[in-house]
């Protein structure tokens, strides 16, 4: 989306009640999810997930929130690489790598930071007793991203970084007969490296067809595609949203928890950006009110309706009913 897409769609305005609040207020805000760079907040953010009328889940503001400002920031639950940028950002937090001596590197992978490597250590072990060589050519024949988050989803639980029911609070995306079928190739292949690398059977018990299928359906539908826009948190909002469509191409994949509950809406009153990294930031596009739904835009919003109806509908499986879809805009 173009600078001037954001400014010409910021003047639209969407408002979906919700058919109530849920009971637990800042329910998923939790400490590893909320801010911790220098301009986040110090108590929880200013939002709560309740239910909408046909929308499911969504994100309200808790208080006023004025254009541009910070709501929360995210670390994501699982972060991975591109397979073509595995040489030119960090293996755990995705930080471009600019030089030889910013690296660290640990059996074939490269790190931003002596703390980047420590963190990445547990699931790396796990990754590097087993031989991908195959999975990795299914993954990079079919230019397939998913099937890799969830090969190191899977090294995280077995390292013990993660529980295997991490994501099952995300929706699932309805697969076809057909997409089932595709995936069950990928499963073959994960499942084969584990076993060739004689993994303890109770190390892998959780990794069923059935599990792999479900963390692909979550992920469908949750995973954010990282583009590093490179920017500082002082700069224009609207520069950096726009870079970040400009920016040279994904540095990778990942998935949150927070996040994950921000509808669509063809006119976002709310927008992700990463900066250097897999920490995402939640900005607001312009005031938002009390009680008012955050809405964040999965696609290029510069698209007209019938184009954006189809990708939301193929991609994501939903007919968005935000108020400019509504207008036929
Ligand atoms: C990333 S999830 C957002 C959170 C989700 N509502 C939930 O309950 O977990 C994306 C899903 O939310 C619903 N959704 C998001 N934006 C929507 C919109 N504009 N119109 C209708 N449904 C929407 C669709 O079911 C979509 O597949």
């Known amino acids: 989306m173009s600078r001037f897409a954001l400014v010409r769609y910021s003047r639209y305005f969407s408002r979906l009640n919700p058919l109530h609040y849920l009971n637990k207020p800042l329910l998923f805000s939790s400490s590893s999810d909320s801010g911790r760079d220098s301009e986040s907040q110090t108590g929880p953010p200013p939002i709560r997930v309740g239910l909408t009328e046909s929308a499911g889940r969504a994100v309200f503001a808790t208080r006023r929130i004025g254009a541009g400002d910070l709501i929360h920031t995210a670390k994501p639950v699982v972060a991975c690489p591109s397979l073509l940028k595995f040489d030119s950002v960090c293996y755990l937090c995705l930080k471009k790598l600019m030089g030889s001596s910013d690296k660290f590197e640990d059996r074939g992978v490269s790190y931003c930071s002596q703390e980047c490597l420590e963190n990445a250590k547990g699931f790396h072990d796990v990754e590097t007793r087993a031989d991908w060589s195959s999975f990795s050519d299914y993954c990079r ?50 499942w084969n490296a584990f076993r060739k690398a004689n993994f303890k059977d109770e190390d892998v018990a959780f990794l069923t067809k059935q599990w792999y299928t479900g963390m692909l359906a979550r992920i469908r539908i949750n995973a954010f595609r990282i583009d590093l826009v490179g920017g500082s948190c002082g700069e224009d909002l609207l520069s950096l949203a726009a870079a970040s469509v400009e920016s040279e191409g994904a540095v990778g994949h990942a998935v949150y928890m927070l996040p994950s509950f921000y509808n669509h809406d063809c006119d976002p009153n709310a927008h992700i950006i990463w900066l250097e990294n897999a920490d995402a930031r939640l900005n607001t596009l312009r005031d938002v009110e009390e009680g008012e739904e955050l809405r964040i835009c999965y696609i290029d919003a510069s698209m007209g309706y019938e184009a954006r109806q189809t990708i939301l509908s193929q991609g994501f499986g939903f007919c968005c009913n935000c108020a400019r879809c509504e207008s036929r805009d």
């Open 141 to 190: 024949t079919h230019n397939f991203k998913y099937p890799l988050i969830v090969k190191r989803l899977c090294c995280m639980i077995i390292s013990g970084a993660l529980s295997v029911d991490c994501l099952d609070i995300l929706q699932p995306a309805a697969l076809s007969a057909e997409m089932i079928k595709k995936i069950e190739d990928g499963y073959g292949l994960l």
